[in-house]
């Protein structure tokens, strides 16, 4: 994964609050990596757009895993 662009906040973020919550490095790294996989199924410039219609997006998101 690249060091620099939109996600990276979003990541960085994620592992900042697993870590407040003590979760496990192996599960910080997997709920990243899946959070990756959705980003790159949805390709968008801000978090915001992420959001719009974000339940159908993760019913679309896990459909395309499921076939």
Known sequence: ??????GND???EMRDLMWY????IHT???Y??????????YPVE???????G????VA???THLAL
């Not at 801000?46 to 719009?52: C, G, I, N, S």
């Not at 974000?54 to 997006?57: E, P, Y």
Request: charged fraction near 20%; proline fraction near 2%; include cysteine.
């Open 28 to 30: 910080e790294r997997a």
């Open 32 to 41: 990243c990596d899946w959070i990756i996989r959705f980003v790159h199924f």
């Open 10 to 12: 979003l990541l960085a």
């Open 46 to 52: 801000t978090r915001e757009a992420l959001l719009l």
């Open 60 to 62: 679309d998101f896990l």
């Open 21 to 24: 919550l003590h979760y496990s």
């Open 1 to 6: 994964m690249s060091t620099q662009g939109p």
């Open 54 to 57: 974000a339940k159908k997006n």
